[in-house]
């Protein structure tokens, strides 16, 4: 048995220590959830919807708490800590109601005396991995379709921020759903991903993280056939087109680029900006950086908090200096705030200009409140640039035309688009990439379907 410290990226100072469980005590917990599935299955999808409306007036009831727990271990403002609950909170709201629209079908015999239906049933144990970027909503993004699926559901929250989905985790409880129904563990990571992966019970993974640990998730899952859901990295791109509004780009922009501090899988990690209008939109976005202001999230005005870590830190001027030795300039930024021996890691809002085509910050996943731009001539050799990438989960573009923004959307090889729109996440509707930035998507009406078999029947009279 291990202790996790969860810390205040902020601070650096230690806000809890939990102890972690043994192998034995995870698999325990699987089997747990194993033995509620028949029940929780049995409920009316009417009885499970009541249940999770209950568990989303909890966390409303609880809001202010979620919030600035979401800021003690996450780092991001209050702000967008307390946006957070309020759209992990959409999820359930949305999937109480999905799970009364469950419908099956019957299909036209071949026959006279046959009849043909199709049903739909609950997957069975769902195992999830959540990540630090948004310890409520990543949870409540799996947790909600699974369990009016009819799945129970066991989570491994990422080991910086435990402590939002032990407590979502206890008003579900309080809110009347059964304790072996919804479930988290802590524990190594590895081990748990072993676990998960092969503990016959589980018959879904689903995951939020690095395409690295999707890939090893994935190859696991083999070995029991087990589904698997994959929401991984992503590289999305930016086109300000001739003709954008460019307050409205550099005003979306902001809002998506330096949300967390960057660190969203969906954070623009390159700006394609045509030629004629780089400079004016560089001049206007640089201005608006200049605004921001960094610093602890739990303080009015912050927009901008720290890094979660020392490894992300690093990763992050990793790519700054990297860029800057291959010619590019720092037109705002460049510049952090770091106490190693505290423990906390601030960086400055950049935006890189003059970057060369090979910098490693124009393929690889930053997770940091910096971008560079590039710009381009032709839409075409925009959309090239654009989609010259592992990478598949969100792009965005700016344009006044239909016809350029039709062509746009129609040639972008990404899951999600934002069309003058730097806000695309909403429950309603799907989230998830192409390519390496993962398989199924979650939200939406396709948030349910990786929690839903599907068993057709053939009566013969
Ligand atoms: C993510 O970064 O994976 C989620 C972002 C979002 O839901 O907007």
Redesign the pocket.
Known sequence: MGVVHVSNPATGEIIHSLQTSTKEEVTAKVDKAQLAFPSWKALTAYDRSKLLIAWAAMIRENRQELGELITLENGKPLAEALGEVD?AVSYIDWYAEEAKRIYGRTIPTHVPNKRLSVTRQPIGVVAAIT?W??PA??MT?KAAPALAAGCTFIVKPAEETPLTTIRLIELAHRAGIPEDAVQYVLADAPMVGEIFTSHKAVRKITF?GSTAVGKLLLSQCAQTVKHATM?LGGHAPIIVAEDANIAVAVEQTIIAKYR?AG?????PNRLIVHENIAATFTEALVAKVKELKVGNGMEADVSVGPVINRKGFDKIQDQIQDALSKGADAAVGGGHNVDEEQGFYFVEPTVLTNVSADAKIMTEETFGPVIPIVTFKELDEAIAIANDSLYGLATYFFTESYKTGTYLSENLDYGIVGWNDGI??AAHAP?GGMKESGMGREGGTEGIEPYLETKYVSMSL
């Open positions: 759209y990540p970027n948004f909503a990543m993004r939020t929401e967390n660190q969203t899988c969906v954070s695309i996440s989230f």
